[in-house]
């Protein structure tokens, strides 16, 4: 993934290590110049001391050179090497390997190799009476190695720590410079995906302030999308719902003041309108839990128990009507949710055990935590549902083969969709006791318990 | 008994009307807001049953209004919205109950009846269910003609049973609401007052349904 941080610290690290190593290395040079030129003054004093004792006599060139002068010139832990030329080639004294580098200049100092050892020379070309006589003065290069050691040293360590604060300088900047960015990122990261509310403008930088905007805009159009939805929703359930109630209060009438022998017809017109606001409600939730709309919905701490209270009490009636023995069995549970919405899942999933459960049965609505994860959960003791049914009864309109009787199909479909928008799971377990019968379960993420 | 029907659609209006008139109370329907509160300043109503989406003014702002020039009747509203936000608007509002269109009349004639039995309680203290009568100022029980003894405990559970039918009470809320005898009460103690009260209504044939797990319920008395 590309990172503007990697490639602020890659843009700023690399240039700024480069420039003090080049800093290191020019440090490092002059100071060494300085230390080499100290030393070259010395050995060009001892060329010239050796070139002082050249002597012209009738007999030839003659150098003398006593030992303690030697010795001086030796002193400084080096090996020192010398060698007279005359101004024929021969050698008038010292160690015959060593070569004049090139003619020219009076004294030229410069660097050599003897025994394959490094070592620096100096070269005078004094003049005589009998011509110009070569002084070669060859050292080895130990004491110049022992400086050249000290000076990296001493030209390193505050290079090296200069190094250290820029880069800690440059991490440090370069995350303080990124936070806004990483506020605004961590803020939207925390947002629920139902939150569309804007994001804030004040204290944006003007870079990260276009972006901003643009989010601004998208949660704008997509919050107006959803309220649009959502009105739309509520106008659709008033007008398809007062006339359903209309012809119902009507049929209930009718059936009252009719004949006996019309009452049977009057009684199937009535369960007919039942099926159509039963199915105009579930259709209506069902497209109240779709995403698209879900923005509509505040979620608050719901109280699974009482909520599972409610809905018992609700459908009290018809378990009645249909000699269903409705219990409940409460444990403690509580989780972040839209209330109505958590509502039409317990309705439902009763509603669904009330249908295909027969007269005698037992329903029982649970509520409580498992492995740290509220749950409800619907059980009956009715035939249950065949392995091959049951992630598919969670499909829009679908129904058991062997299902007889009233029902759209949709009420699970609608369970699982409510259940997504509370990122829980919806699913078909064999009974807790074992034995016959369905319980669904609606599984919350464990974050949504208290 | 007179009641006020504000609804707009005309054959629902007419269904609820004859419904409710045929268990014997007077109903004027009415089809705005604008003229109900007229209504409401003219005729004193026992019970407003109010549609929320009304033209103009909707049922909302009719209970609002209603609230504010102080007038007590209990309020049954009736909605085609089912989301929470309504409803919480409407007993905000000071709604008494709501009843999600499409309804059965026969659940219609039972709220009408619970919350005309509730504000009768508060302004007679009289509650009656059936053969059941309390007199909640001389503490004086009957059972059809007959006087009915209660102990105190008794009474209370009653009492709270009473007034919240055709609902549910939780077996907590009875008990929290003996623990102010008795410090130090068990659930099974609940119990046994239940089954003493149905003991002693089981005769004026007053029935206590159990709910598993939940509470208890006073059903309807047979018509």
Redesign the interface.
């Known amino acids: 993934m590309k990172s503007i941080r990697r490639r602020l610290m890659a843009l700023l690290i690399v240039p700024l290590v480069l420039l003090l190593v080049v800093s290191l290395l020019l440090d490092y040079r002059f100071a060494l110049d300085q230390a080499n030129d100290a030393y070259d003054h010395e050995l060009a004093d001892a060329a010239a001391a050796i070139a002082a004792r050249i002597r012209v006599r009738d007999t030839g060139i003659e150098v003398t050179l006593p030992e303690d002068v030697i010795r001086i010139l030796r002193g400084s832990g080096d090996e020192l090497f010398y060698r007279v030329i005359a101004p024929d080639g021969e050698t008038l004294a010292g160690v015959p390997d060593l070569k004049p580098s090139a003619h020219g200049d009076t004294l030229r100092i410069g660097d050599d190799t003897l025994d394959a050892r490094p070592v620096r020379t100096a070269v005078l070309r004094t003049p005589t009476s009998a011509g110009v006589v070569t002084v070669v003065v060859a050292e080895t290069t130990h004491k110049r190695r022992l400086v050249a050691d000290r000076i990296l040293f001493a030209v390193m360590w505050p290079n090296l720590t200069f190094m250290l604060v820029a880069l800690v300088l440059v991490i440090a900047a370069v995350s303080i410079g990124l936070r806004p960015l990483r506020v605004l990122s961590s803020e939207i990261e925390a947002r629920s995906a139902r939150d569309l509310g804007l994001l804030p403008v004040d204290g944006v930088p003007a870079e990260t302030l276009p972006l901003v905007t643009a989010i601004n805009r998208l949660l704008g159009r997509l919050r107006a999308a959803s309220e649009s939805q959502q009105k739309f929703l509520?106008d659709a359930?008033?007008?398809?719902?007062?006339?359903?109630?209309?012809?119902?209060?009507?049929l209930?009438?009718a059936y009252?003041e009719a004949p006996p022998a019309q009452q049977g017809r009057i009684r199937q017109l009535l369960a007919a309108?039942?099926r159509i606001?039963h199915l105009a409600?579930q259709l209506l939730a069902l497209a109240?839990a779709a995403p698209e709309a879900a923005a509509g919905h505040?979620h608050h701490q719901v109280d699974l128990p009482e909520l599972a209270?409610e809905a018992?009490?609700d459908a009290?009636d018809r378990a009645?009507e249909r000699g269903i023995?409705?219990?409940?069995?409460?444990a403690p549970a509580r989780i972040l949710g839209?209330?109505?919405l958590l509502?039409e899942v317990m309705s439902n999933l009763i509603d669904n055990a009330l249908t295909h459960a027969p007269t005698g049965a037992r329903v029982?609505?649970r509520t409580g935590v498992e492995d740290g994860r509220p749950f409800l959960e619907v059980e009956d003791d009715g035939p249950g549902i065949a392995e091959e049914d049951r992630e598919r009864v969670f499909d829009r309109f679908y129904r058991c083969p062997q299902t007889r009787g009233p029902g759209s199909g949709l009420g699970l479909a609608i369970v699982r969709e409510i259940a997504q928008l509370h990122d829980a799971e919806a699913c078909v377990h064999p009974p807790r006791a074992g034995g016959r019968g369905v319980c669904v379960r609606v599984k919350f993420p464990a974050s949504g318990a208290p | 008994m007179r009641l006020l029907l504000v609804e707009d659609d005309v054959l629902l209006a007419s269904g609820v009307r004859e419904g409710l008139e045929a268990q014997g109370y007077n109903v004027d329907a009415i089809d705005t807001a604008e003229a109900a509160l007229t209504g409401l300043r003219l005729t004193p109503y026992d019970l407003a049953i109010v549609d929320i989406g009304l033209p103009r003014m909707d049922g909302l702002e009719l209970v609002r209004r209603m609230r504010r020039d102080g007038l007590a009747l209990p309020v049954l509203i009736l909605t085609a919205r089912d989301t929470l936000e309504d409803r919480v608007d409407a007993l905000e509002l000071g709604a008494d109950d709501y009843l999600i269109k499409p309804f059965h009349l026969s659940e219609l004639v039972a709220r009408v009846r619970a919350l005309i039995r509730r504000s009768r309680a508060v302004a007679s203290s009289l509650i009656t269910h059936g053969a059941l009568t309390l007199d909640m100022a001389t503490r004086e029980a009957k059972l059809g003609d007959a006087p009915l003894a209660l102990t105190g405990r008794e009474w209370a559970t009653l009492e709270l049973l009473l007034l919240a039918a055709p609902r549910v009470v939780a077996k907590e809320k009875i008990l929290d609401s003996l623990s102010a005898w008795d410090r130090e009460l068990s659930p099974n103690a609940v119990e046994l007052y239940v089954s003493r009260l149905r003991a002693k209504l089981e005769p004026g044939g007053v029935r206590i349904l159990t709910v598993r797990g939940l509470g208890y319920r006073i059903e309807a008395p047979a018509e």
Do not use: K, N, Y
């Open positions: 509520a359930a008033h007008q398809l719902r007062t006339p359903l109630a209309a012809l119902q209060t009507q209930e009438l009252e309108a039942h606001g409600h109240r505040d209270g018992v009490s009290l009645l023995d409705l219990g409940l069995e409460a839209s209330t109505w509502r029982t609505v």
